[in-house]
């Protein structure tokens, strides 16, 4: 019963480095996104994808961009690292397509230099 | 302008004490309002509210939705350290689901 799993939990990246934050769901949901959280904000989102082979931008997508490679699999990926990204990054996913987000994964930490 | 409130944004009781959270939003069509509890990790859910008046109750906790006066409150009654976290509250409406910021609630032994 692994529901969302995130890779990695911790990641520090020079300013101007890439990477690709994934994230994979075994319950068969239609819909994940990616959300980003940072002190005194709520969870913003920054990119959505109502189903397989869908993606579109959320409330903040400026510096990202994202693949759902599969219905498991919602990756995303900063091109070139800013300090302004540096946040705690939560994929999501919902059974029901465009339903808000039921189950979490444990976050990803990530700080950039 | 589409925001949800949260208070008090920290709050410190004693393990028994009863706390209310408090959330008020601004837009007034929309599905749902929601809640999660967020520890260490990823946020849980706790309830989904759709209807005024109609308290949901899980255990302690209990919540109620006013659409009416654009708020919401969250209650627990006989805190226990394990209900430290930070509770968010969430106006729903799928890929436009608004979080609010969170209140931060540390209940001491």
């Known amino acids: 019963n692994a529901g969302v799993t995130q890779t990695p939990k911790f990641q520090v990246l020079k300013t101007g480095q890439s990477m690709t934050l994934q994230c994979a769901q075994d319950m068969n949901h239609n819909s994940m996104y990616w959300y980003r959280q940072d002190p005194g904000m709520g969870l913003r989102l920054i990119y959505y994808s109502a189903s397989e082979g869908t993606t579109d931008k959320g409330e903040v997508p400026n510096g990202y961009n994202v693949s759902r490679l599969n219905k498991r699999e919602f990756s995303l990926r900063l091109e070139s690292a800013a300090p302004s990204q540096t946040s705690v990054y939560f994929c999501?996913?919902?059974?029901?397509?465009?339903?808000?987000?039921?189950?979490f994964g444990d976050g990803t930490r990530l700080s950039i230099l | 302008e589409d925001k949800v409130v949260q208070s008090p944004l920290s709050l410190v009781v004693h393990e028994g004490d009863t706390v209310t959270l408090n959330c008020s939003y601004e837009?007034?069509?929309?599905?749902?309002l929601l809640w999660y509890k967020q520890e260490k990790k990823a946020p849980t859910f706790l309830f989904m509210l759709?209807?005024?008046?109609i308290k949901k109750k899980s255990g302690r906790l209990s919540s109620i939705l006013d659409k009416k006066e654009l708020f919401s409150i969250l209650n627990i009654t006989a805190t226990q350290t394990g209900d430290s976290a930070i509770y968010l509250c969430?106006?729903?409406?799928?890929?436009?689901?608004?979080f609010g910021a969170g209140t931060r609630l540390f209940v001491k032994a």
């Open positions: 759709t209807s005024s008046g």
């Open positions: 969430v106006r729903g409406g799928g890929f436009k689901t608004i």
């Open positions: 999501a996913s919902s059974e029901v397509e465009g339903s808000q987000p039921q189950h």
């Open positions: 837009v007034t069509n929309f599905r749902s």
